[in-house]
């Protein structure tokens, strides 16, 4: 079993729809869990950053930590076009960026127009 | 945030050849990182780069495949050294600032 599940899709959905990206790990030493974009042929994109349980909301981005059930989420609001790309989550133990990430392979999402 | 820069964007190998791998950032950074991204595969960090001590490297990384230089506060160096088919694989620079992890645009390495 890999420490970090993330289904590498497709997953395509129409544009305003509301899109929902999962992960599941197996360490629970984990604590702090992120979210990157990933465009084609570019590097990684930080866009959530959050600690142990519980909900954080940036915009149309909202990421959920569910430590009982080691399951995290990133859900999108009113997805637009320009929100096609693969999107990473990633995970530590400790904080403060003092180790490297472990992350899960990515989901490619693609917005209808 | 952090502006990381890396050098060269991609390259084309031949088997038993090395390339090395710049990455600078805007500003000073204690923690540096290198990952490998393969296709289809996860981000696998490679190593843990501090100035001025040795890289900490991950299992399964090796110092004499992978050497790694932090000169300093800036800049860091990997080199992938005597190259097969199997290291052709997007390489990338990450630096840890104010709690957060930012990643450079990535080397897209081809070796045949």
């Known amino acids: 079993q890999k420490e970090v599940e993330q289904d590498p899709g497709p997953l395509s959905v129409p544009e305003g729809a509301i899109v929902s990206l999962n992960c599941t790990y197996s360490n629970s030493a984990f604590q702090y869990f992120m979210w990157y974009r990933q465009y084609s042929r570019k590097g990684p994109e930080l866009l959530m950053y959050?600690?142990?349980?519980g909900n954080k909301e940036d915009g149309r981005f909202t990421a959920q930590v569910d430590k009982s059930s080691k399951y995290i989420s990133l859900f999108i609001r009113d997805s637009q076009p320009s929100d096609s790309a693969t999107y990473l989550c990633a995970m530590s133990a400790r904080g403060g960026g003092a180790d490297g990430l472990t992350f899960g392979k990515g989901t490619h999402l693609i917005i209808q127009p | 945030s952090a502006v990381i820069s890396q050098k060269p964007s991609r390259d084309i190998c031949q088997r038993g050849t090395s390339l090395t791998i710049q990455c600078q950032v805007d500003?000073?950074?204690?923690?540096m990182f290198w990952y490998r991204q393969q296709p289809g595969q996860s981000l696998t960090l490679i190593a843990t780069?501090?100035?001025?001590?040795?890289?900490?490297?991950e299992s399964g990384f090796v110092i004499d495949k992978f050497p790694i230089s932090r000169p300093n506060l800036t800049f860091s160096t990997l080199t992938v050294s005597n190259m097969s088919p199997e290291d052709s694989s997007i390489y990338l620079c990450?630096?840890?600032?104010?709690?957060?992890?930012?990643f450079g645009p990535g080397t897209r390495l081809t070796v045949t």
């Open positions: 500003s000073q950074v204690t923690m």
């Open positions: 780069a501090n100035q001025g001590s040795e890289a900490t490297y």
């Open positions: 959050t600690y142990s349980s």
């Open positions: 990450s630096v840890s600032r104010e709690g957060e992890q930012y």
